[in-house]
């Protein structure tokens, strides 16, 4: 059946740092695909998306492009900065509505 | 209008109490969602909402009862509840289930 893995854990960079977040998918078709984030205290919020397959999401500075050779969405920016420290989720499957672990960004200055 | 939006943003009840989560969008959206959240955590799906009628509830205790009165509304009766269930909850709707979802800030429970 159709499934996302997020690689999950604790991620610790310096300022302006170049980030990668895997998320690889197993799906029949080409289901869009998205990111969320929490900021701490706060609740959930989409932060790029992609509806097709090559189609690349990028918001405030981050991007992932919808791979099909790889089956991937990895999430990645050039360079972090303190405010993009936040836990950042795929859904746990396509169209699914549940979130693993997720994965949370630490940025040292 | 794209927003979530949750009240009260806080609420501390007793363990006798009976009190209730808010929750609103005027997007249109025909699912709604539940989630309960703990520290360091993440979001636990309690309850789905599709054209107004239950359509998963994850084996919630029956002391959170969820009640959509409209397709705009969705609310979170608690009653009876234990420390154990102090979290934040997330409300969330989407156009449909599967898809885009759209949180609100949350209401962050505390039961003493």
């Known amino acids: 059946g159709d499934s996302v893995t997020q690689m999950e854990g604790p991620v610790t960079l310096s300022e302006e740092a170049f980030l990668t977040i895997n998320c690889t998918y197993t799906a029949t078709g080409y289901p869009s695909l998205f990111w969320y984030v929490q900021y701490p205290g706060e609740g959930l919020q989409l932060l790029l998306k992609?509806?097709?397959?090559?189609d690349k999401g990028s918001n405030k500075g981050f991007e992932a492009t919808y791979r099909k050779e790889t089956t991937s969405f990895h999430l990645e920016k050039g360079s972090v900065q303190v405010s993009d420290s936040a836990v950042y989720f795929c859904?746990?499957?396509?169209?699914?509505?549940?979130f693993g672990a997720g994965t949370r960004l630490t940025v040292k200055p | 209008d794209t927003e979530v939006t949750q009240t009260p943003k806080h609420l501390v009840m007793g363990m006798t109490n009976k009190k209730s989560l808010k929750c609103e969008q005027h997007?249109?959206?025909?699912?709604m969602y539940w989630y309960k959240q703990k520290a360091k955590k993440p979001p636990e799906l309690m309850f789905v909402?599709?054209?107004?009628?239950?359509?998963i509830n994850e084996s919630v205790p029956s002391r959170f009862s969820p009640e959509c009165p409209n397709s705009s509304l969705l609310n979170l009766h608690l009653h009876a509840l234990q420390p154990e269930d102090s979290a934040l909850y997330l409300c969330a709707s989407s156009q449909y289930n599967t898809g885009e979802l759209f949180f609100g800030e949350g209401s962050r429970l505390t039961v003493l």
């Open positions: 992609a509806t097709k397959a090559d």
């Open positions: 859904p746990r499957g396509i169209g699914d509505m549940r």
């Open positions: 909402y599709s054209y107004e009628k239950l359509s």
């Open positions: 997007m249109g959206h025909r699912a």
